[in-house]
Structure formats: C-alpha cells, structure tokens
Nanobody
Framework: QVQLVESGGGLVQAGGSLRLSCAAS????????MGWYRQAPGKQRELVAA???????NYADSVKGRFTISRDNAKNTVYLQMNSLRPEDTAVYYC??????????WGRGTQVTVSS
C-alpha cells in the first residue's frame, strides 16, 4: 500500500509555469512506474507523463517539450514541471503508482487552471 498526496496546483496565466509534487507515504525506490494523469471536464482521464525506476520517461504528445517529470527517491516524491502552460492544460492532475496503464494507487488530485 502507498498513499499519494499531490500539491502545487493552482491558477496561472497562459505561458506560465507550475510544479506539481506527489509525496508518497513510503519509499518509492522499488515502485517501477509512477507519474501523472489528468482529467478535464467532460473528458476521459489521460496519461500525461510517466517515469520508471531507471528514470526512463514517457510523455503525451501534447506536453512533450513543455513538461518534465522527475523523481527523488530520497524524498519519496515525484515532480511534474509544467512550462508554457496553455488553457487546454486545465484539468485535475492525478498522481499514480503502479503499472502505467493500470495504476494500483491514485492520489486525490490537484486542480490546474490556465487562463487565457
């Protein structure tokens, strides 16, 4: 079991930046896959970024070159640096742990709103 708590969301203007954090309740050293999904109103939840234990990364095409995912095993935390934000990035962002396409654990989410 692992509890995940997201933070860092908020309201930002288009072109701005935010950094999301996902703090885990225990060591993430052995958790192979962690990352972020997002869900906008009326849309399905979609994968944004994933990171493995070897720090391999995977990004949605829509965020490549703008978002960067990283993990700090010593702090049991995963980060999502979001730059050049767009209104279409507005969503609730969820941290996950476990297999990327069938996560076992989820955080409660943090709202990101980008104004035009």
């Amino acid at each position: 079991q692992v509890q995940l708590v997201e933070s860092g969301g908020g309201l930002v203007q288009a072109g701005g930046s935010l950094r999301l954090s996902c703090a885990a309740s225990r060591s993430i050293f052995s958790i192979n896959a962690m990352g972020w999904y997002r869900q906008a109103p009326g849309k399905q939840r979609e994968l944004v970024a994933a990171i493995g234990t070897g720090s391999s990364t995977n990004y949605a095409d829509s965020v490549k070159g703008r978002f960067t995912i990283s993990r700090d095993n010593a702090k049991n935390t995963v980060y999502l640096q979001m730059n050049s934000l767009r209104p279409e990035d507005t969503a609730v962002y969820y941290c996950y742990a476990g297999p990327t396409y069938s996560p076992r654990f989820w955080g409660r989410g943090t709202q990101v709103t980008v104004s035009s």
